[in-house]
Every structure is written in C-alpha cells, then in structure tokens.
C-alpha cells in the first residue's frame, strides 16, 4: 500500500516531500512514534522507499547511552535553515545590494562591470578566451557564428597548490605558457593580435571593460603582489614575455560570462550565478539604480560578490562554519560562500564527521587518518554519496571503506554520513536560491527572469536544483513558477569571448 502510494505521489508530479511526509505521517499512526524528528525529504526516491521505516529507527534508535545521539540529534536544528530564515536573508540581502550601489567599500560590492550592452545573437568571429575560476584554468577558442551559435574548443589545466599561493608573476607565466601551448596545438597564429577575454573570477574592481585590479584574493589563493594590481597588465606583462602579440579586450567575471552567454539565445535572462568552487551572482542593473557610478543611462551588468555576504545576525553560522573559516586564508570573509560552495561543502561534512566520530556517535568511535586531514573530503564524496541509492549504500562503504581508509562502517553509520551531507547540501542549496530570490526581488522581475547557472556543484550535485526551487517556492509562493533557472555550461569561457566581441 505504502509502494503504491508512493509511486503514485511521484508519477503524477506530486511533490516527494509531500509524498514522503504522508508515508512517514501513515508510519507514525501505525506504529511507535520515532524519538527523533529527522528530515528524510531529499532521500532518493529509491533508497527513500526501499527503507524508510528501517533508516528512520536506524537513525533513531542508535543512541545507546545518554551521551551518544546527542550530538546526532542536534544536527537537523543546527543545519536546516527554515523559511522565515530564507525570507530574512532575503530581505537583508535586498539592503546591502542597494548600499552596495550607493558607496564603495560596503559589505556587498556590487562592481559594475562595464559590460554595458548584452548579446543580440549575430555576433561573430573567432576569439581567444581564458577561464581562471578556482579549480581549473582553461584555455578556450570560442567561434561566433552568429544565430545564437556558438563553437568552442578548449584545454585544461590544474592549478597546483603551489602556484595558487606563490608569487603572481609565477601564476601569470603559467597562464601564459598555457595559452601558448594551446594556440601552438591548435594553430592559431599568436603574431596578429587575436582578441581575447579573460575571465577571472575573483574580487576585481574594474575601471574599465579591460582594466580591473584584485582587491582581495579568495577561494584559497594567495598569489603575492597581485592584490590592488591591474591584472590585465600582469597578463600582457607575462604575454610580452613570451612574445605572444594577443589583444586582451575584455577582463569578465565568471557571473557576467554565464548571463552574457545565456543572453545570448534568451535575452530574459538577467541573472548568471557561479555554483563551483566558490559562489558568485551577476545581473543587470538600470544605470540610474547605481549612485556611486554617476552614469544616468542605459544598464550596466553589477558583478554583486554575493560570496562576501555576511550577517551574522541572520546566516545559520554553526561551530563548524566557524571553525573552518578560522583556518582559512581570508577568516571572516566570503562567509556566504563558505556555507554554500564546492571548496567548502566538504570540508563542512568532514569536520561534522570527525565531531561525531568523537562523541562515539559514528563508526564506533574509529576514524581514520584520511578523514582527519582538512579538504580531504571532497564535495564530489558528497554527489557519490547522495546518488548512492543501493539497499546497502555500497557504494558509500566503498569510499569509506577503501578511499577514507575508515576500518568498518555499518549500515547505520554510513545512513548517518548520508544524512550528513543531505543536511550540508540542503542548506548551501537553500541559502543560494535565497540569493536568487533577493536579486529577482531587486530588479523586480518576479513576473519573468531566467537565471543561468554555472559551475561543478550545480552541475553535479544531485537534487540541487530541485532542492534550490523549493527553497525558490517558499520563498517566492507561486511566483516562483516565473523564475526559470538553466544550467548554462561553459558560460564563464564563452562569455569572455562575448564580451571581447562586444567591446
Ligand atoms: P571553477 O570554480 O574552477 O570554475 P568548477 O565549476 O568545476 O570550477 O567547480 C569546482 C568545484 O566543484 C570544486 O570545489 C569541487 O569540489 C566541486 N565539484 C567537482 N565535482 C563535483 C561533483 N561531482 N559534485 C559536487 N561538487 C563537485
Ligand atoms: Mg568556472
């Protein structure tokens, strides 16, 4: 009966939350009420059904002792942010984006991008584009043809440990050898000023479409002598160098590439936001709306730095979120971004781990040295993990068992890691979509705005988005149906590219 309920629920578009509350509802009517109230709403629909009376007394039955379950059974409190919370940040985050655009050196940045016209589809020619967003860098040959199409080719590269905190001058004769590399394999002349666009996705303020220096750096970087530097003219330096005659027309951030590009074949889209490494958001802003920009018409895209968001007051801050930010390169900045991106989501997870590894709530008590290295749990575990749907969660023992070394894990124990994550996912996926929901508040756009998103955690992490639209739908109510939100892959090179042919 239950079975059936089920798949009717998910067949006919009912929503899995509200099919997974009246199971759970029909459970507790039938049976001993749980102990523990745990939100098993973004379980797989497989796993969900397969097991949802053995995970729910798994979970809840673990404690054994006073002490073990306590930590366990504050997770949900602590992690889940409500929806009066998301109307909160929403309503604050309205604020500082328009303090932001009234004064320099306020919380939200809010940098115009000079990026000043959008797309209108039939424009052409071949371009050189480079992406440098955190992870990977990218060399990328874009081809115009017009009608909305685009072709692109690229490479790509690691950035070493190394040269993330090394000299500048180090970091940009890498970039440059790359771009070298590429144009040599790719025959692509570098003796004719070939155009190129350069996305950088870190904190620049820009003086003009091609000028721009780093005010800080983030995502784990420290390259010396970059930051208050032009960093078009640590390129050309390193370009000059290697007598590479390149034409550097556009510096872009990886939000501005994403909406030009998605503009580029749907002019509603007013909003690009990065979900990778780090987390960032772009949109269109009426000229007359920026006072510290003195410019009274037309419309500029802002570059919104959404990832330094930080009220303390507001955000769900737990002792993990501090406690990681304490030992990151830039503490007390890119608060935002450290509750909702690839580079920290993991870590988040591990740190929740390790806590209840020595609270005895997990694997026993037993860890294992892999788990205690910091940024060793990536947050691509969590995508494998929360994709795992098998009746076992075998594939979670797997990377347990055989990448994080841990010596034994039950099925409970890996049903708690799974919630884990659930819980961490959840929460970076919500506190995103109310960003979202502020900047379609701000240009009041609740009638119609596509969003284009880009980066690794959006693209991969399962339920994301679908987690992001609920959060979008509480927030929001039935206006959120207006807000469309696509997946714009490769906007941060090919926008680059766009941007250089429109300037
Ligand atoms: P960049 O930020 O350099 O543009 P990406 O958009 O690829 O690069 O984002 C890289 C981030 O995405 C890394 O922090 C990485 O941990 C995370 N990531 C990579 N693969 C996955 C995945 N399958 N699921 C979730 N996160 C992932
Ligand atoms: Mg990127």
């Known amino acids: ?49 397969q097991s949802n009376e053995k995970n729910l007394s798994a979970v809840a039955t673990r404690p054994s002792s006073p002490i073990r379950g306590t930590l366990l059974a504050s997770l949900d409190q602590q992690l889940t942010v409500t929806s009066s919370k998301l109307q909160k940040i929403v309503l604050h985050m309205v604020s500082e984006f328009k303090k932001g655009l009234q004064n320099d050196n306020e919380q939200l940045a809010m940098i115009p991008s000079y990026v000043v016209n959008r797309p209108t589809g039939k424009e052409t020619g071949v371009y050189l584009a480079l992406d440098l967003g955190g992870t990977n860098f990218r060399v990328c040959r874009v081809n115009l043809e017009g009608y909305g199409n685009i072709r692109m080719n690229h490479a790509k590269y690691t950035i070493s440990e190394e040269l993330k905190t090394g000299t500048g001058a180090q970091m940009f004769d890498f970039i440059a050898d790359c771009v070298a590399a590429f144009c040599r394999d790719n025959n692509i002349p570098t003796d004719n000023h070939i155009s190129l666009g350069f996305t950088f996705s870190f904190p620049v303020l820009q003086t003009a479409i091609n000028k721009g220096t780093l005010t800080h750096w983030s995502k784990g970087f420290t390259c010396s002598g ?53 987390t960032n958001a772009a949109y269109v802003e009426k000229s007359h709306n920026i006072p510290k920009w003195n410019r009274d018409d037309g419309e500029v895209i802002i570059n919104t730095e959404w990832g330094a968001y930080n009220e303390p007051s507001i955000l769900p801050l737990t002792t993990w979120d501090r406690n990681i930010d304490r030992h990151t390169s830039n503490p007390k900045q890119q608060i935002f971004e450290k509750l909702i ?31 205690n290295i910091p940024y060793q749990f990536d947050t691509a575990y969590m995508s494998r993990i929360e994709r795992d749907h098998s009746l076992s969660l075998s594939d979670t023992r797997q990377l347990l068992e055989d990448v994080l070394n841990v010596p034994n894990t ?46 690794s955690v959006y693209e991969h992490y399962p339920h994301f988005g679908n987690r992001m639209r609920d959060a979008l739908q509480e927030i929001l109510g039935i206006t959120a149906q207006n807000i469309v939100m696509e997946q714009a892959r490769d906007g941060s090179g090919q926008g680059a590219a766009l941007i250089a042919a429109l300037a």
């Open 341 to 371: 991106s690839g580079l920290y989501l993991g870590e988040i997870v591990r740190n929740i781990l390790v806590d209840l590894i020595k609270a005895g709530e997990l694997f026993s008590g037993n860890g294992s040295p892999a788990l």
């Open 226 to 278: 970059v930051v208050g530097v032009d960093v078009v003219d640590l390129l050309q330096l390193a370009f000059d160098k290697k007598g590479l005659k390149i034409n550097i027309k556009a510096l872009v951030n990886d939000t501005v590439g994403t909406l030009v590009t998605h503009a580029y074949t749907d002019p509603q889209t007013y909003i690009g936001v990065i979900l990778g490494t780090g």
């Open 410 to 455: 039950s099925y409970d124990d890996r049903r708690i890691v799974k919630h884990v994550c659930e819980l961490v996912g959840t929460r970076a996926a919500r506190l995103s979509a109310a960003g979202i929901a502020a900047l379609v508040t701000k240009i009041n756009r609740l009638d119609a705005c596509t969003v284009a998103i880009d980066g």
């Open 1 to 49: 009966m239950n079975n059936l309920i089920f798949w009717f629920g998910v067949s006919t578009g009912i929503s899995l939350v509200a099919t997974v509350q009246y199971l759970v509802s029909l459970r507790e009517q039938h049976q001993q009420p749980t102990t523990i109230s745990t939100s098993y709403k973004n379980v797989p629909e497989k796993s969900q059904k």
